[in-house]
């Protein structure tokens, strides 16, 4: 189910980031990803981490919500025969710095908006993944003129929506079967062991960089603890969440989401015991399902040219999990572009 990639859209959960651990290990470690790193000021006196991993064409950038921008390590170079690619570790998160306040929506969009100034991008499409897709709505509102169009990663959502909200609701907890494969834990006796654990578990991997991003790294190159701060976490989830507007969009925009399989498909990943058990179930099934159609009815009704793809059994990492159709979903995208 996509209960917890729900929750991560409505800002309730967290998971991720920031600097890299300084053991000897990680010291002598290389990112492999072939991009360069630079830091941009923003906002006066806050640096922030750019990946550029070259190209040629149109300049892409890509956002993420509370993961550096090395999530786009593995996805970035895969587009670079056909543009220009950026990536922008947000402030809070990784190598960017770490100030106290400045992380409203409003602030995040001005400071895309001072990336692209330094780097001279008249122009950009700018790729968003999940609650970055906010930073993309309001951004599009206010620049509309340094944008080629806007690609959302199931970043097009409401988090200030609930499921009482399209005249449903979750079932408790407690009343949920149990999944047929049992969670395993990860592996954390080194960085490609968990890298490698997580493939195992799900069948895609955080990028290593960016898991020496989320994770300090122990003396004895084994995986120690989460990097992120608390306080950050609920600043950029929680108290950043803001309906989205998107009637101030004035460009091209996809919309790609993550979509369950068939209920009777997904249902066969669960030890269903009994009727109620197969009942809050697909009370889950149907409420998330109630909410993601809101959710595009809305982005539609403001940007009715607006290109909806659903990709069934994508994770929320569907730039991951479902890689080749992303890409051929954002190149197609940007062919109707250039065309235009």
């Not at 195992?200 to 020496?212: D, K, M, V």
């Not at 149907?286 to 959710?295: F, S, V």
């Not at 659903?310 to 109707?336: H, K, Q, T």
């Amino acid at each position: 189910m996509r209960s917890t990639l729900l929750a991560a859209c409505l800002g309730v959960v967290g998971a991720s980031v920031v600097a890299l651990g300084f053991s000897s290990q990680t010291v002598a470690w290389r990112d492999p990803s072939p991009h360069q790193v630079r830091r941009v000021t923003v906002d006066s006196s806050v640096q922030l981490e750019i990946l550029e991993w070259g190209g040629s064409g149109p300049p892409v950038v890509l956002l993420a919500c509370y993961f550096s921008a090395h999530i786009y390590d593995e996805f970035a170079p895969k587009l670079t025969n056909q543009f220009k690619v950026y990536g922008i570790t947000r402030r809070g998160i990784g190598a960017s710095d770490k100030p106290e306040t400045g992380y409203a929506v409003e602030r995040s969009a001005n400071d895309v908006l001072e990336v692209l100034n330094a780097l001279n991008i008249p122009k950009a499409l700018l790729v968003g993944h999940s609650c970055a897709g906010q930073v993309l709505t309001r951004f599009a509102a206010r620049h509309s003129d340094r944008l080629l169009g806007l690609v959302y990663l199931d970043g097009a959502g409401d988090p200030t929506t609930t499921p009482a909200d399209v005249g449903a609701s979750m079932p408790d907890p407690s009343t949920l079967p149990r999944p047929l494969k049992p969670r395993v834990a990860p592996d954390n006796t080194s960085f490609p062991a968990l890298r490698a654990s997580q493939l195992n578990e799900r069948g895609w991997a955080f990028p290593e960089a960016e898991l020496r991003q989320q994770y300090a790294a122990n003396a004895d190159g084994s995986v120690g603890r989460s990097l992120l701060s608390p306080v950050i976490r609920r600043a950029i989830t929680l108290d950043a969440r803001t309906k989205p507007d998107y009637s101030g969009i004035r460009v091209p925009v996809l919309a790609l989401y993550q979509r369950d399989p068939p209920f009777e498909q997904m249902a066969a990943g669960f030890v269903i015991r009994n009727e109620q058990e197969r009942a809050a179930l697909r009370q889950e099934y149907a409420a998330t399902r109630a909410l993601y159609e809101k959710w595009q009815r809305d982005l539609l009704a403001s940007v009715p040219t607006a290109r909806i793809v659903e990709l069934p059994g994508a994770s929320l990492y569907m730039f991951l999990s479902n890689e080749a159709d992303v890409l051929r979903e954002i190149r197609a995208f940007s062919a109707r572009l250039t065309s235009r």
